[in-house]
């Protein structure tokens, strides 16, 4: 069941990518060019994914326990603020605000076939494999 | 490139809000694309399977708007090759060690009022402005 729920929430947030507009890479771009012809598409698609959020997980965190049976709500550590979160942060930002990609919509657009997606991919998996260790 | 209309943006955020909301309502998860990827990688979480399952839906949901839309909702990259590597780079390095991405701090976790994720957000959203103009319109990339 837990398969089923993660396929289910992973097609449906794939959708909301795509209608968003999120997996064209100069829209996204547009929103970081501030100085340049700012396009504000993706403040309705954070607007809309944070009033869903916002609202819904005040009723859905009332509850003991997720819905599933042998399933508990997993935090993230109540951690202070520090300097992997700093640097890592910056270092996302630094490479989102040059190819328009943060891991959602690169994955999401990985069947369209354009190379570079693939390339992007590739390379954000072997930062990942090397931020791990 | 086509525009998206405002209230289509607005759609697809209520649709990945809700993709998120449903992940926590039934399995308790936040939905931090970042994390569920970066756990596909080894050594393998031992729920794997959800996630991999997660991802192939994500691949997949495009598809599923393209005939809606009538046109494909997926642009070409945006820089050349090179960039695109060293940009992949950066992207699984930083959200690796600052424990997320654009949903889990972004839209997960401001939900959940963290300031963990309030800084981490400003941080990337700060950082990628200045990133996407140096390089875009000082470097010309």
């Not at chain 1, 012809?37 to 509850?63: E, H, M, Q, S």
């Not at chain 2, 600052?98 to 959940?112: E, P």
Request: glycine share 14%.
């Amino acid at each position: 069941m837990a398969r089923l729920i993660g396929l289910l929430c992973g097609l449906l947030f794939g959708i909301g990518l795509a209608l968003g507009g999120m997996t064209n890479p100069r829209i996204v771009l547009g929103f970081l060019d501030v100085a340049g012809a700012w396009n504000p598409t993706l403040v309705f698609v954070l607007c809309g994914a944070l009033a869903t959020t916002f609202i819904g997980y005040r009723f859905a965190l009332k509850r003991e326990a997720p819905v599933l049976a042998g399933e508990r709500f997993h935090f993230p550590p109540r951690k202070p603020i520090d300097a992997p979160l700093l640097a890592g942060a910056a270092l996302f930002g630094i490479g989102w605000g040059i190819a328009g990609y943060c891991p959602g919509p690169a994955a999401a657009s990985l069947l369209a076939g354009h190379f570079g997606t693939l390339v992007f991919t590739i390379a954000m998996l072997i930062g990942m494999a090397m931020g791990r260790r | 490139m086509v525009p998206v209309f405002w209230a289509q943006a607005l759609a697809g955020g209520v649709c990945i809000g809700g993709a998120a909301l449903l992940l926590m309502f039934f399995s308790g998860r936040v939905a931090g694309i970042a994390g569920i990827i970066n756990n596909l990688l080894p050594p393998v979480a031992a729920d794997w399977q959800w996630r991999a399952l997660f991802v192939i839906g994500l691949i997949a949901g495009p598809w599923l708007v393209a005939p809606l839309l009538g046109h494909n909702p997926i642009g070409l990259p945006a820089v050349n090759l090179p960039e695109l590597a060293v940009a992949g780079l950066l992207v699984g390095y930083g959200t690796t060690i600052s424990h997320g991405c654009t949903s889990s701090h972004g839209v997960c976790g401001l939900s959940m009022l963290s300031l963990r994720s309030l800084v981490a957000t400003c941080t990337f959203v700060a950082a990628g402005v200045v990133s996407m103009f140096v390089v875009h319109h000082l470097l010309g990339w």
